[in-house]
């Protein structure tokens, strides 16, 4: 049991290139997080998904994009990336629908320059 | 779209009891209050999560009143190791599923 993997765990940019970052967990969670992390600042949700084929946006979606094909994958996609992307990346996948219990991922730290 | 209010920081010695409190007005009559601590280039960790009155673990131990409007996360006998920043988390009425994370309390432990 693995819980949560992410990958790459750092990664730098050119700024208007494109990447996805992978997030898989294997605790058949329906819940899953994509949040950022800027130096020294709390986490910000970008997207969130609540099952299989169904996608929201948090509180900072532009510029980013999600799919989740699959209850285990829930990737996320840079596309243009800027130097305001800088920062780490953290998934989550969360317990039930009352509970929120929610196992992280080590992280992917993202320079754009 | 910050939720929860806490201290910024604050300082505590070895072996003292540390309480942080969060205020969460808008609080949903099913949502529970979860905190979680995370240290430096790590993500978030699950301390403990609770309803009402009062929950505890091998952790801590998490008080709330009846009104549901704030919650005391109580980590006794601090160490060196508890330095982290601690978030108060709750569900959003609001906005469905979505969870957002507040600013985080700073607490730092001083021998």
């Known amino acids: 049991n693995a819980g949560v993997t992410q990958t790459p765990k750092f990664r730098i940019l050119k700024i208007g290139q494109s990447m996805t970052l992978q997030c898989t967990q294997d605790?058949?969670?329906?819940?899953m997080y994509w949040y950022r992390q800027d130096p020294g600042m709390g986490l910000k949700l970008i997207y969130y998904?609540?099952?299989?084929?169904?996608?929201d946006k948090g509180e900072v979606p532009n510029g980013y994009n999600v799919s989740r094909s699959t209850t285990e994958d829930f990737p996320l996609r840079l596309e243009l990336a800027a130097p305001s992307q800088t920062s780490v990346y953290f998934c989550?996948?969360?317990?039930?629908?009352?509970?929120?219990?929610?196992?992280f991922g080590p992280g992917t730290r993202l320079t754009v320059t | 779209l910050a939720k929860t209010t806490q201290p910024i920081s604050m300082d505590s010695y070895e072996g003292q009891e540390v309480n942080i409190t969060c205020s969460h007005n808008?609080?949903?009559?099913?949502?529970?209050i979860t905190w979680y601590q995370q240290f430096p280039s790590q993500g978030p960790r699950f301390i403990i999560q609770?309803?009402?009155t009062k929950v505890t673990n091998e952790v801590a131990s998490l008080f709330i009143p009846a009104d549901r409007k704030s919650s005391t996360l109580s980590l006794p006998r601090v160490s060196l190791s508890d330095t982290a920043v601690y978030y108060c988390?709750?569900?959003?009425?609001?906005?469905?599923?979505?969870?957002?994370f507040g600013g985080g309390t700073r607490l730092m432990v001083k021998p």
């Open positions: 998904s609540v099952g299989a084929g169904i996608t």
């Open positions: 989550a996948s969360r317990v039930g629908l009352h509970s929120y219990e929610q196992y």
């Open positions: 988390l709750v569900g959003d009425r609001n906005a469905g599923n979505m969870l957002t």
């Open positions: 808008n609080i949903a009559t099913n949502d529970y």
């Open positions: 605790m058949n969670h329906n819940y």
């Open positions: 609770g309803y009402k």
